[in-house]
């Protein structure tokens, strides 16, 4: 026996526009699978519920994303090199040894560019995602070297008919290794079902 209560509230009827009955706001599968789950998955399906009862019906809000990202010093002039940044700092190891940073720092594009990409690794896997504003704010110099640990949280989602999709508010960042915020950012992305094949 199980502490997870139940969500039913003994109004069984399937939506056809939502997937979710109007009762306790779990699709068919969560509901099939209610019994044989464990305690962690029914509390993942409340949380999906809680999500659909405030308006979202694609993501969950709360949900986290957490990835790391070494640089190595080739990872920093390859970047840099890539996206034609030429800054010395990027690529001449004794010019960068003799500034204010003591190493090569990456451009930061390179963080930038990996934490907005998390969203769309993340988001595809169920669904269908596409960016449409980001705010990042670079508040320190990712070193040679360094680990930074990415993240992002979902803060609000909700349904548009008009995109066919959520409409979904992120909060995110970055820490290098000394647990020194690098980076600050927000984003608003739609994620929409993913498209079935017939």
Same mark, same amino acid.
């Given at each position: 026996?199980?502490?997870?209560?139940?969500?039913? @509230?003994?109004?069984?009827?399937?939506?056809?526009?939502?997937?979710?009955?109007?009762?306790?706001?779990?699709? $068919?599968?969560? $509901?099939?699978?209610?019994?044989?789950?464990?305690? !962690?998955?029914?509390?993942? @399906?409340?949380?999906?519920?809680?999500?659909?009862?405030?308006?979202?019906?694609? @993501?969950? $809000?709360?949900?986290?994303?957490?990835?790391?990202?070494?640089?190595?010093?080739?990872?920093?002039?390859?970047?840099? #090199?890539?996206?034609?940044?030429?800054?010395?700092?990027?690529?001449?190891?004794?010019?960068?040894?003799?500034?204010?940073?003591?190493?090569?720092?990456?451009?930061?594009?390179?963080?930038?560019?990996?934490?907005?990409?998390?969203?769309?690794?993340?988001?595809?896997?169920?669904?269908?995602?596409?960016?449409?504003?980001?705010?990042?704010?670079?508040?320190?110099? @990712?070193?040679?070297?360094?680990?930074?640990?990415?993240?992002?949280?979902?803060?609000?989602?909700?349904?548009? #008919?008009?995109?066919?999709? !959520?409409?979904?508010?992120?909060?995110?960042?970055?820490?290098?290794?000394?647990?020194?915020?690098?980076?600050?950012?927000?984003?608003? $992305?739609?994620?929409?079902?993913?498209?079935?094949?017939?």
């Amino acid at each position: 026996m199980t502490g997870v209560a139940s969500p039913c @509230v003994d109004v069984c009827r399937m939506n056809p526009e939502t997937g979710f009955c109007d009762g306790c706001l779990r699709t $068919i599968d969560e $509901i099939a699978a209610w019994a044989s789950s464990g305690d !962690d998955e029914k509390r993942a @399906v409340l949380a999906r519920v809680e999500s659909r009862r405030q308006g979202a019906r694609v @993501v969950t $809000i709360g949900e986290s994303i957490e990835a790391t990202l070494a640089l190595p010093p080739d990872s920093i002039k390859h970047f840099a #090199t890539l996206v034609n940044d030429l800054n010395p700092l990027h690529h001449d190891d004794a010019y960068a040894r003799a500034s204010r940073f003591g190493s090569l720092i990456a451009s930061g594009t390179q963080p930038s560019a990996h934490l907005m990409a998390m969203l769309a690794t993340h988001f595809s896997r169920d669904a269908q995602p596409l960016g449409l504003e980001f705010g990042i704010k670079l508040t320190r110099a @990712v070193k040679a070297n360094d680990v930074i640990t990415m993240f992002w949280r979902v803060t609000e989602a909700k349904w548009k #008919t008009s995109l066919n999709g !959520d409409l979904v508010k992120l909060e995110g960042g970055a820490r290098n290794q000394h647990g020194e915020t690098v980076m600050k950012a927000t984003a608003t $992305i739609v994620v929409m079902p993913k498209e079935t094949r017939t």
